[in-house]
Antibody
Framework: VQLLESGGGLVQPGGSLRLSCAAS????????LSWVRRAPGRGLEWVSA????????YYADSVRGRFTISRDNSKNTLYLQMNSLRVEDTAVYYC?????????????WGQGTLVTVSS | EIVMTQSPATLSVSPGERATLSCRAS??????LAWYQQKPGQAPRLLIY???TRATGIPARFTGSGSGTEFALTISSLQSEDFAVYYC????????FGQGTKLEIK
C-alpha cells in the first residue's frame, strides 16, 4: 500500500489550494479515506472523511464550509479542495486509508504534504 | 464532540524499562480506540485497534487495555526505536485524537 500526497505549498490567507493523494497497492474503490493534519507544535487533527463511493462526506467543525473532500475511483486519487485558508490551517496534511468502512482506524498513512498559510 | 485527553504530556523512561501511557475519553467509546506511533518526519503508524488488538507486524511488547472511557498503552522493555510520540484516537463517533504523549529517553 502506498499513499502519496501532493499539492502543498505557501498560500496567502484567503487563498485556495487543492491537495491530491495518489493511492496504489489496494482496491481503492473498496475503502473509505480521510485527511488528517498536524499543525506545528500540535497533535493530530482529523479534517475530513469520504466513504468508498463518494456518496457521503464528513468534516471537522474547523473546516466545514471551507474544505471539500472528493475522490476519483477511476484514477485512484483522493482530493482536498481548501478555500478561504487561514493562518491556523498551516499544517502537514496526511491522507489515510481506513481499515474498511468509516468509522474504523487508519491502517495506512501517506508521508504528508506541508501547507503554509502566511502573508 | 468526544474529547480525548492523554497523560502525561511527556514521559521520560530508561531503555529496558516499562512505560504506561493513559488516554481518557469524555464519554464512552466502548472499545473503539486506537493507538498510533509517530516519529519525527514520518507518518503515524497504527499500533493498536479495538483497544487491545495489535496491528499487523506490531511487536508483542506493545499492549493496549481498557474500555469505555479509560485506556492505556503499555510498552514493556523499551527499545531505542520506541521513543516517539503516541496518540490515542476514538472512532466510535467520527474521529478524535488525543493531544499526544512524547516518550523520551531518560
Amino acid at each position: 500500500v502506498q499513499l502519496l500526497e501532493s499539492g502543498g505549498g505557501l498560500v496567502q490567507p484567503g487563498g485556495s489550494l487543492r491537495l491530491s493523494c495518489a493511492a496504489s497497492g489496494f482496491t481503492f474503490s473498496g475503502y473509505a479515506l480521510s485527511w488528517v493534519r498536524r499543525a506545528p507544535g500540535r497533535g493530530l487533527e482529523w479534517v475530513s472523511a469520504v466513504d468508498s463511493t463518494d456518496d457521503s462526506t464528513y468534516y471537522a467543525d474547523s473546516v466545514r464550509g471551507r474544505f471539500t473532500i472528493s475522490r476519483d475511483n477511476s484514477k485512484n486519487t483522493l482530493y482536498l479542495q481548501m478555500n478561504s485558508l487561514r493562518v491556523e490551517d498551516t499544517a502537514v496534511y496526511y491522507c489515510a486509508k481506513v481499515d474498511g468502512y468509516n468509522w474504523n482506524p487508519f491502517d495506512y498513512w501517506g508521508q504528508g504534504t506541508l501547507v503554509t498559510v502566511s502573508s | 464532540e468526544i474529547v480525548m485527553t492523554q497523560s502525561p504530556a511527556t514521559l521520560s523512561v530508561s531503555p529496558g524499562e516499562r512505560a504506561t501511557l493513559s488516554c481518557r475519553a469524555s464519554q464512552s467509546v466502548s472499545y473503539s480506540l486506537a493507538w498510533y506511533q509517530q516519529k519525527p518526519g514520518q507518518a503515524p503508524r497504527l499500533l493498536i485497534y479495538g483497544a487491545s488488538t495489535r496491528a499487523t507486524g506490531i511487536p508483542a511488547r506493545f499492549t493496549g487495555s481498557g474500555s469505555g472511557t479509560e485506556f492505556a498503552l503499555t510498552i514493556s522493555s523499551l527499545q531505542s526505536e520506541d521513543f516517539a510520540v503516541y496518540y490515542c484516537q476514538q472512532y466510535n463517533n467520527f474521529y478524535t485524537f488525543g493531544q499526544g504523549t512524547k516518550l523520551e529517553i531518560k
